[in-house]
């Protein structure tokens, strides 16, 4: 069973701090993506890594594959209140003999305090 | 611009009852899912499909059901609400190749009473 394991689970900050969210598995993926997650909507896709060790940037969030591809870094620098919601990472399920589903992690809440 | 819309956003029913969720996508994707999302569980797909016709279960299916006659459109029913599956559904969609990369409706939050 492919598991994604998030951390941490919760994390408030201050405006204008800098914060890493991880995201980990003991199984390789062919590719990870980000997305979040505002109150009473739907994840909306940030991102899709797909080569060990690429790192993307998206304005002030920088998204980084591990070398192995089995596990994925969100950083985020000086932290605004729009950053706020649920930060969820997810790749294709290759067991399901298709990699059309996807497993997810639990996600990290994020709180940017203003 | 295409989108993937839900309803209703919002509803209340009794346990018992059959409720359908509507999901409807104009990516003209192929494949479509359905999840469900509570607290301290994240997102579980519950049915998906890769085309017409096609409908598959997943990982929380019991007391579920999905069809799919056309490309644009996957009901979510249940058959007989049980006050276990007030939670929050999402419908996705995703194309046949790529990244699988999906995208979501706004969600509908589901209450059985």
């Known amino acids: 069973t492919q598991l994604l394991e998030q951390s941490p689970q919760f994390l408030s900050i201050q405006e204008g701090e800098n914060l890493t969210v991880y995201c980990n598995s003991s199984?390789?993926?062919?590719?990870l993506q980000w997305y979040r997650q505002e109150p009473g909507e739907g994840p909306v896709l940030l991102v899709t890594v797909v080569t060990g060790g690429e790192v993307k940037k998206l304005k002030r969030l920088t998204f980084q594959f591990g070398d192995a591809r089995k596990d994925s870094s969100l950083h985020i620098t000086a932290a605004q209140p729009g950053d706020t919601g649920l930060y969820l990472c997810?790749?294709?399920?290759?067991?399901?003999?298709?990699?059309?589903?996807?497993?997810f992690g639990s996600g990290t809440q994020l709180t940017v305090l203003p | 611009d295409a989108e993937i819309t839900q309803s209703p956003r919002h509803k209340i029913t009794e346990t018992g009852r059959q409720v359908t969720l509507a999901c409807h996508q104009t990516w003209n994707h192929n494949n479509m899912f359905w999840y469900r999302q509570d607290l301290g569980h994240g997102l579980r797909l519950i049915h998906y499909?890769?085309?017409?016709?096609?409908?598959n279960k997943g990982e929380v299916s019991d007391g579920y059901s999905v069809s799919r006659s056309n490309t644009e459109d996957l009901p979510l029913t249940l058959e007989s609400a049980a006050s276990s599956q007030t939670s929050v559904y999402f419908c996705?969609?995703?194309?046949?190749?790529?990244?699988?990369?999906?995208?979501f409706g706004p969600g509908t939050r589901l209450t059985v009473l």
């Open positions: 499909s890769y085309g017409v016709q096609d409908t």
């Open positions: 996705a969609s995703s194309e046949t190749s790529g990244r699988h990369e999906q995208f």
């Open positions: 997810a790749g294709p399920k290759i067991s399901s003999g298709s990699a059309r589903q996807l497993t």
């Open positions: 199984s390789v993926f062919s590719s």
